[in-house]
């Protein structure tokens, strides 16, 4: 029984102390985006009183990790650089009690990069933390009804904004799971009334304040499949 055990537990630690062999991935990965209730400063209830009670979302990226091997030297695990080139992400949040099923939709734009640790416990199996700098080229907020979005009541657009996101993947062959969390604010400047911003106006709804604050908090996780190279 003893030399069983034994026999058994060298094998576990044999197999668990081989990696693959790391080396840099190109990925294409998409999936579910899941809008925090604390986009702008609110939460769950306030979105619940003015009627909104529904919210979704989707994302999309495209990115490489370079490994920097000469660090720590080892076949099983690396830091590295990993890089979004592109990225897009699309928030819907529901007014399902309107008779018009008012929406109010977000989509941005951008890029990522920061650092990365790889660690390969057994072979094609993988795992990626990171935390990126996230810098999107473009956002965009606008209020439509459904299927009227050529017929928008409200737009308000952003240029360039600064955030940050950590995350973890997983890698078996091919196949890539990844889990993230991202934040970021945004100046959604109205398209029609330059100088007016979204969240004067849920500063004013919510909180009827006339606190001046031009940024938007637009939190979300994304959960996402893909395929690593």
Excluded at 23 to 29: A, G, I, K, L, S
Excluded at 112 to 137: C, H, M, N, Q, R
Aim: proline share 2%; aromatic share 18%.
């Amino acid at each position: 029984m003893k030399k069983t055990t034994f026999t058994v537990l060298l094998l576990l630690v044999s197999i668990f102390s081989f990696g693959q062999y790391l080396d840099n991935q190109f990925y294409f990965r998409f999936g579910y985006s899941n809008p925090s209730w604390q986009q702008f400063g609110l939460d769950e209830q306030k979105w619940n009183s003015v009627g909104i009670e529904s919210k979704t979302g989707a994302n999309f990226e495209v990115g490489s990790i370079f490994l920097i091997k000469s660090i720590l030297n080892r076949e099983d695990m690396a830091f590295g650089i990993n890089a979004d080139y592109l990225y897009a992400v699309f928030h819907n949040y529901k007014n399902e009690n309107d008779i018009n099923e008012t929406n109010i939709g977000i989509f941005r734009a951008g890029s990522k990069i920061g650092p990365s640790f790889t660690y390969s416990p057994v072979d094609k199996l993988e795992f990626d933390i990171y935390a990126k700098l996230d810098f999107a080229w473009g956002t965009g907020l606008v209020t439509y009804y459904d299927d009227m979005i050529d017929d928008a009541d409200e737009i308000f657009l952003s240029k360039a904004d600064f955030g940050f996101s950590t995350g973890l993947n997983v890698r078996y062959g091919i196949l890539m799971l990844g889990v993230e969390f991202n934040t970021i604010t945004a100046e959604l400047e109205s398209d029609d009334y330059p100088g007016v911003y979204w969240q004067y106006m849920v500063d004013s709804e919510f909180y009827n304040s006339t606190n001046e604050d031009k940024k938007s908090k637009l939190p979300c996780t994304n959960f996402t499949i893909g395929l690593s190279f």
